[in-house]
């Protein structure tokens, strides 16, 4: 007579049911609910600098502002720098992100053109919403203790066409050396610009394959994996010196 399934059979089962749930379902519901979504990127349409509330033409504290660009303009406050990167725990896609406003930099602006400009992020003051990949970026990728800034030098001029107008979007390219984790390549990539005020805003992506600089892949055995490249981008403030 045919007694059907075993007991020990079902609770098999159901145990390894619960199983694939758990290893599923657990990781989806971490990253869709618990840890949320990934920040918008870095852009100067987006930015909540104090220049957004500052009227075309005057400063913060409502005096007019001359109409000229020309000059020294120096990194300030809200300025960001950071990383995005794809990644996949147990079978659910997620962006992981980090940031630092700890960025120091200047440019010079004479006419219409922008002569020259460097800059420098803090990589040790670096963070993201999870204290386990911060350490992973402070050490084994990024080890922050040997390598801790990153900087970027303007080699080419940037030619802007003419002085930007107040409220207006500018994209244009940009060439220069970047250097991360020990190794500087020169890099191309478009930056937009947008004057507000007494203040001129510039945000940018840079695409970044880590073998490129002898990054380690930020993929941990076992429970994440990364792809080979990532982001690095770039909200700028600047105030003229």
């Known amino acids: 007579m045919n007694r059907g399934v075993p007991r020990w059979a079902k609770l098999a089962i159901a145990a390894f049911i619960v199983v694939v749930v758990g290893a599923v379902g657990g990781p989806y519901v971490y990253i869709h609910f618990i840890e949320g979504k990934a920040p918008a990127p870095l852009s100067v349409n987006t930015s909540t600098s104090p220049a957004a509330a500052t009227s075309p033409g005057t400063t913060s504290s409502g005096e007019t502002s001359s109409s000229s660009v020309d000059g020294t303009w120096s990194v300030g406050s809200g300025s960001v720098v950071g990383y ?139 429970t994440v994996t990364t792809d080979d490249h990532g982001t690095l981008e770039f909200l700028l403030n600047f105030t003229k010196a």
């Open 84 to 222: 995005r990167v794809h990644e996949t725990l147990f079978g659910q896609s997620n962006t992981a992100t980090g940031r630092t406003s700890s960025v120091t930099g200047s440019l010079t602006v004479a006419g219409d053109t922008v002569t020259s400009g460097s800059f420098s992020a803090d990589l040790t003051s670096v963070a993201s919403d999870k204290s386990q990949r911060d350490h992973q970026f402070q050490g084994r990728i990024m080890n922050t203790a040997t390598y801790p800034t990153a900087t970027f030098k303007l080699t080419q001029p940037i030619a802007l066409g003419s002085e930007p107008a107040d409220g207006v979007t500018v994209t244009k390219q940009a060439t220069g050396d970047l250097t991360l984790h020990g190794v500087t390549k020169s890099i191309t990539f478009a930056v937009s610009v947008k004057k507000s005020g007494s203040t001129i805003a510039a945000s940018g992506s840079v695409p970044i394959v880590f073998a490129d600089y002898n990054i380690a892949n930020p993929s941990f055995a076992g």
